[in-house]
């Protein structure tokens, strides 16, 4: 491409619609078109200028608004098609395998290609990443690319353009005016805020140039925004973990070293509607249940400096804190959240050695079925030895009694139980509401007394460091938008020719109905001659045009 | 005008790479993500500290000089039920080797562990991680894991799922000092 030279004298970059300096149009297209297109100011994009290297290459593809556009399109696509099928985090698995089965058992071939595509995991499939990216440079480069001749030629404004320039403006009006009129309107447009600067015979006076630059902010703060959500992908900068805690237990905390937590207690309440609560009353009748408060009593723990994962037996107490729902507990950039419960796991059992026949009970002992002991003495002298334990008991496998989970949720134990009257001790397999006599007929058996349980806390664990970076973002983001969208860009420029006459042209990017007030003040004040909006006029014309060709 | 030009794709190279490595950078560590916060062969083995059930601590560092097999495990896990006859087996081929095995329970209750440890005449230590602080800072999830520490102290092999007895032999030679 070639530099276009303009008959002003200047010398412009290929692509440029108005001349730089003078204004005049430099296309043909233009030259016959009754209104120029001020977009960009009629400066050429600067991937249009040169298209010669591979790297030139690249960048005129992502410079274009349509690539952009699309790529939004194809993202938007992708995240709605993954909503369609359940996302990975939400299905019932947990290795990567038996995600994959699921996918494929549960939604057959379409599962399947599902998987394979990456919808299951939309956010960190490879090819979404890619395209975010794309997105991104395509903001930068586009912005870039538009961002620098605009500003450039907004810098290098002249005052004076040529008259074909203004003629196509759609704020137009030309007529004889009065020998001070020009500075009339000067102090007039001054009093309106306008920057003006004059040259020879003209004037030319501006309003709100920063609003042009407000999809520029509007970019930058996108890219801060997609900067912290790639930070997020970064290990130590977002943690998202789930902690299932039982009373009673200590237990290190997933993904934050050093730090252990204890659950002392969990609680549920519920409105009873009584006393305070007896204006709920009502309301309780009409629902049944409602829960008041979620609440578990924990203990935070740091582990000493220098000390080892394992060696657990010096912790040192941080705090104790009681996590309710939104009032997590906040430590060293982490907060624990109340997020889930389950009430009622069974803790420890207790039974009575009893005579099968005369129901005489030798005593009680109760086992404690996260810790059990091997041996329970009673008072009568007798025993209860306790040959194996299986808290998740599911079933016998060559004679071996089997264990599904480490969780008591089904106990069952091998008890060998030795009374007075049976010194050499009878075997029993107890599980809840059932006793198997594997050596033959006994004398004594366990009776079930009681039982106690616990409830669980389910906990998560979160840190994210990339919200002071994503909210950084959103305000620049939403700085630009009303940059762009609450203020104008206006200009007026005005020429009196040598005669007498008067030349008046008006511009801005948004808001004509703001820009035509400002210049009826000025036009009132400077006596300068009447001005027309040529869009209206081409607007009405073809208006009429197709009524009478309806018409007739 | 040459300079300039020569200025101008420089510039745009510099912009194109930069954002392109934050591309695949990314890609990358989501890709990662979900494996390195699991330890890589080749890293240092994050030394422990824990107690067997005869009272007596276990130190990662004490083996230094020696191969450890460390096998994380659950008395309700089949494969875990299934290799350790075989590796009590191999370990008295290798103890006097330099091979040591620390077999680290996930949380269960004394009880339990010396059960299971008496029916099957284990001798080498087992250990126990009451309050999961070794699983968290090894990652382990799956069960059974094994790890392999060479006498360097760095973790030569991650072995999740069940191992026959061929491969606890191979591995102990791995690790074998020499």
């Known amino acids: 491409m070639e530099n276009v030279q303009c008959q002003c004298g200047h010398t412009n970059p290929p692509g440029t619609k108005l001349c730089e300096s003078c204004g005049r149009s430099l296309t043909e297209k233009d030259q016959n078109s009754k209104l120029v297109d001020m977009r960009y100011e009629g400066t050429a994009r600067r991937s249009q200028t040169y298209n010669k290297s591979i790297i030139d290459k690249i960048w005129n593809f992502f410079s274009s608004v349509k690539v952009g556009v699309s790529i939004i399109v194809v993202l938007l696509v992708a995240a709605a098609i993954g909503t369609i099928l359940p996302q990975q985090a939400f299905v019932p698995a947990s290795t990567e395998a038996t995600i994959q089965a699921y996918y494929a058992d549960t939604y057959g071939s379409v599962g399947r290609v599902y998987h394979a595509l990456g919808f299951h995991d939309l956010y960190s499939s490879y090819w979404f990443i890619a395209l975010v990216g794309m997105l991104a440079i395509s903001l930068v480069i586009a912005s870039l690319d538009r961002f620098v001749p605009l500003y450039k030629s907004l810098k290098n404004q002249r005052v004076l353009r040529h008259p074909s320039f203004m003629d196509k403006q759609r704020i137009y009006g030309s007529g004889p005016g009065a020998e001070d009129a020009l500075e009339k309107a000067e102090t007039k447009l001054k009093e309106l805020k306008y920057t003006v600067r004059t040259e020879k015979n003209g004037l030319l006076a501006e309003k709100g140039r920063f609003s042009r630059w407000g999809p520029y902010v509007n970019h930058i703060g996108l890219i801060i925004f997609l900067f912290g959500v790639m930070l997020r992908m970064m290990p130590g900068f977002y943690v998202d973990e789930t902690l299932w805690l039982r009373e009673g237990e200590t237990r290190a905390i997933p993904e934050v070293p050093g730090y252990y937590l204890e659950n002392k207690n969990f609680k549920l309440e519920t409105y009873t509607g009584e006393g305070e609560d007896a204006k709920f009353g009502e309301a309780i009748d009409r629902v049944g249940t409602v829960v008041k408060n979620y609440q578990t009593d924990i203990v935070l723990y740091q582990e000493p400096e220098d000390s080892l994962p394992g060696a657990t037996d010096n912790l040192e107490v941080v705090q104790e804190y009681p996590i309710r729902v939104n009032q997590p507990l906040k430590f060293d950039g982490y907060a624990v959240y109340q997020m889930d419960y389950k009430l009622n796991e069974l803790k420890a059992m207790t039974f009575a050695l009893t005579n099968k026949e005369t129901e005489e009970s030798l005593g009680e002992l109760t086992i404690d079925l996260i810790n059990p002991d091997a041996l329970y003495e009673l008072e009568t002298g007798s025993t209860v030895e306790l040959l194996g334990y299986y808290p998740d008991f599911s079933g016998f496998e060559d004679g071996e009694p089997q264990t599904a989970t480490p969780l008591p949720n089904n106990p069952g134990f091998l008890v060998e139980l030795t009374a007075p009257e049976t010194p050499e001790g009878e075997t029993s397999f107890i599980t809840i509401q059932n006793t198997v006599e594997p050596l033959g007929e006994n004398q004594y058996k366990l009776t079930f007394q009681n039982a106690d349980t616990r409830n669980v806390s389910g906990l998560t664990v979160r840190k994210d460091s990339t919200l002071p970076i994503l909210g950084l973002g959103g305000l620049i983001f939403m700085i630009g938008v009303a940059q762009g969208m609450y203020f104008n860009h206006r200009r007026f420029w005005i020429q009196q020719k040598a005669d007498g006459t008067i030349l008046l042209a008006g511009h801005t990017n948004k808001n004509w109905f703001g820009l035509k007030k400002d210049l009826d003040r000025v036009v009132d004040s400077a006596k300068l001659p009447a001005y027309t909006d040529q869009q209206d006029e081409i607007d009405k014309k073809e208006k009429a045009e197709k009524e009478g060709e309806s018409s007739s | ?178």
């Open chain 2, 1 to 178: 005008m040459t300079v300039k030009k020569k200025k101008r794709s420089y510039v745009r190279a510099a912009i194109l790479l930069v954002m392109a490595g934050a591309i695949v950078f990314t890609i990358y560590n989501s890709f990662a993500g979900e494996k390195s916060e699991l330890l890589q062969v080749g890293d240092e083995a994050p030394d422990f500290a824990l107690v067997d059930l005869e009272g007596k601590e276990h130190q990662l560092s004490d083996y230094q000089g020696q191969g450890v097999f460390v096998n994380f495990w659950g008395t309700w896990c089949k494969p875990c039920e299934k290799e350790f006859p075989l590796m009590e087996k191999q370990y008295q081929v290798y103890k006097d080797q330099g091979v040591q095995i620390l077999a680290v329970n996930i949380a269960q209750s004394d009880y339990e562990v010396r059960q299971f440890a008496e029916q099957r005449d284990l001798t080498f230590p087992i250990v126990i991680d009451k309050t999961k602080s070794v699983m968290e800072a090894y990652n382990i999830r799956p069960l059974p894991t094994t790890l392999l520490v060479n006498p360097e102290g760095k973790i030569t092999k991650i072995i999740t799922g069940e191992m026959s007895e061929e491969d606890i032999a191979s591995y102990m030679e791995e690790i074998k000092p020499e």
